[in-house]
Antibody, heavy 119, light 108 residues
Framework: QVQLVESGGGVVQPERSLRLSCAASGFTFSSYAIYWVRQAPGKGLEWVAVISYDGGNKYYAESVKGRFTISRDNSENTVFLQMDSLRPADTAIYYC????????????WGQGTPVTVSS | EIVLTQSPGTLSLSPGDRVTLSCRTSQTINFIYLAWYQQKPGQAPRLLISATSSRATGIPDRFSGSGSGTDFTLTISRLEPEDSAVYFCQQYASSPYTFGPGTKVEIK
């Protein structure tokens, strides 16, 4: 069955870095775009970044542009989110989700990994 | 940026009620670029509806979507206790691929 498993979350100090991973299984990973969406405690969903099926196109929310980098390794069925210069406002659960293409609905989500940015 | 507004913020209804949730976009979007998600406490979101009205796999037919232009609606024809959740709309017409703030549906 389709699985997306996030990892790499944790507690980190402001201005430090963290790298999240999203490991996929149960489907043809290289045919899907992958999104990162986050949810701050008690808040709604915020789109963070998306990468196309081949890594050729990447888009970022303004709030993370220049600090976060999305990438993928189709040989390992994994997407990464490199998060640099972290801020307390980045504290959230980070979900990865797949979509048939960049401009498509997110039809399967992982369970999320929590990130806390605090001194 | 396309801003999404959802109303009402919270609904409290009884099992069997008909529920209508609204999602309004700040710009006209093609109907194929609007989705609805359901999120229960402690769980990841789940896709309910894509392209305004296309139910995702395994979604009961009591859920339906409609709309066009800037006004979109999610309808639950007969509310079930397990429908207690927050419902988000999302546009994927253009980056940033924004979500609405959500509507919380409570069961009396």
């Amino acid at each position: 069955q389709v699985q997306l498993v996030e990892s790499g979350g944790g507690v980190v100090q402001p201005e430090r870095s963290l790298r999240l991973s999203c490991a996929a299984s149960g489907f043809t990973f290289s045919s899907y775009a992958i999104y990162w969406v986050r949810q701050a405690p008690g808040k709604g969903l915020e789109w963070v970044a998306v990468i196309s099926y081949d890594g050729g196109n990447k888009y970022y929310a303004e709030s993370v542009k220049g600090r976060f980098t999305i990438s993928r390794d189709n040989s390992e069925n994994t997407v990464f989110l490199q998060m640099d210069s972290l801020r307390p406002a980045d504290t959230a659960i980070y979900y990865c989700a797949r979509a048939p293409e960049v401009r498509a609905a997110l039809n399967h989500w992982g369970q999320g990994t929590p990130v806390t940015v605090s001194s | 940026e396309i801003v999404l507004t959802q109303s009402p913020g919270t609904l409290s209804l009884s099992p069997g009620d008909r529920v209508t949730l609204s999602c309004r976009t700040s710009q006209t979007i093609n109907f194929i670029y609007l989705a609805w998600y359901q999120q229960k406490p402690g769980q990841a979101p789940r896709l309910l509806i894509s392209a305004t009205s296309s139910r995702a796999t395994g979604i009961p037919d009591r859920f339906s979507g409609s709309g066009s232009g800037t006004d979109f609606t999610l309808t639950i024809s007969r509310l079930e206790p397990e429908d207690s959740a927050v419902y988000f709309c999302q546009q994927y017409a253009s980056s940033p691929y924004t979500f609405g703030p959500g509507t919380k549906v409570e069961i009396k």
